[in-house]
């Protein structure tokens, strides 16, 4: 997989950047070897193009294991293309696979890798960023490494939801934060009130590079059509250490297991 990835960014890179001509900025803050999680926001299907494409790393994602599991031609042609660009699949049934999920980013961080999850846990359905799911936390903690903040600009208009055709007037970007450093909390990755207090930094650096405005419930909700109030970006806090307006304890025990990482770290399929 390792040499396709080459050949596939060595044959779509020049293409991407001739006809959509895409941006980055602070790619200095991306270690130059030894493994690290990059964090981004999710805006459009094509970030998983250009948030690896002014790298001169591999970046491996943890994906939806249906983009592998498809029959026929079609089938064949998606599970080459996502193993080609970086892609391992994950079910994301919760349970069992959800921690099998967690081994898996990290057995990528264990090689040295980096890896790329977006802790939205599903693309934005309307431009904002949502509450991050505490799987980029535990990741951090358990495999010990830095997590770099990572800002997708423009996604959202360049490809936004249902649409297939990209917006060859609006130019993508992406921007990298500075590495955050959580080793003050190692050993702490059962406690799932570090776990929500580290995953609420990470949302906060994601914002200040975007300048998105800020949502302090999951994404997910939105998408089922339920009212959310908005946190405007520049707020001091992306909702750090809180449990969620109407959690009790369980609920958010729950959250800071393994099942978050499924949810945070795969793609949500484009709406219809």
């Not at 505490?134 to 996604?155: D, F, H, K, Q, S």
């Not at 570090?194 to 990470?202: H, N």
Request: aromatic share 8%; net charge positive; charged share 25%.
């Amino acid at each position: 997989m390792g040499v396709f990835y080459w050949v596939v960014k060595a044959i779509l890179g020049p293409i991407l950047r001739i006809v959509f001509r895409p941006w980055a900025d602070g790619t200095e803050n991306v270690p130059k070897e030894g493994p690290a999680i990059i964090a981004s926001n999710h805006l459009s299907f094509s970030d998983h193009f250009f948030a690896p494409l002014p790298l001169p790393r591999k970046v491996v994602f943890l994906a939806k294991s249906e983009y592998f599991t498809g029959r026929g031609l079609k089938g064949l042609i998606s599970r080459a293309f996502f193993s080609g660009v970086g892609q391992i699949p994950v079910d994301r049934s919760g349970g069992e696979a959800s921690e099998r999920a967690l081994r898996t980013g990290l057995r990528v961080l264990a090689q040295g890798e980096l890896l790329g999850i977006y802790p939205e846990g599903t693309r934005t359905p309307d431009g904002r960023l949502y509450r991050g799911k505490t799987g980029v936390a535990r990741l951090a903690l358990e495999a010990r490494v830095p997590v770099i903040p990572c800002a997708m600009i423009g996604g959202f208009e360049f490809q936004p939801p249902g649409r297939i055709a990209p917006r060859l007037g609006v130019r993508p970007g992406v921007r990298f934060g500075k590495p955050l450093d959580f080793s003050r909390y190692y050993g702490l990755e059962q406690d799932r009130i570090v776990l929500r207090a580290l995953t609420d930094e990470v949302m906060y650096a994601i914002m200040k590079l975007s300048g998105q405005e800020y949502v302090d419930h999951y994404a997910q909700r939105a998408k089922v059509g339920v009212a959310l109030p908005l946190r405007h970006r520049g707020h001091e806090r992306a909702g750090l250490g809180d449990a969620g307006p109407g959690s009790t304890d369980g609920e958010a025990s729950g959250r800071a297991r393994a099942g978050d990482l499924a949810e945070a770290a795969v793609d949500e399929p484009a709406d219809d």
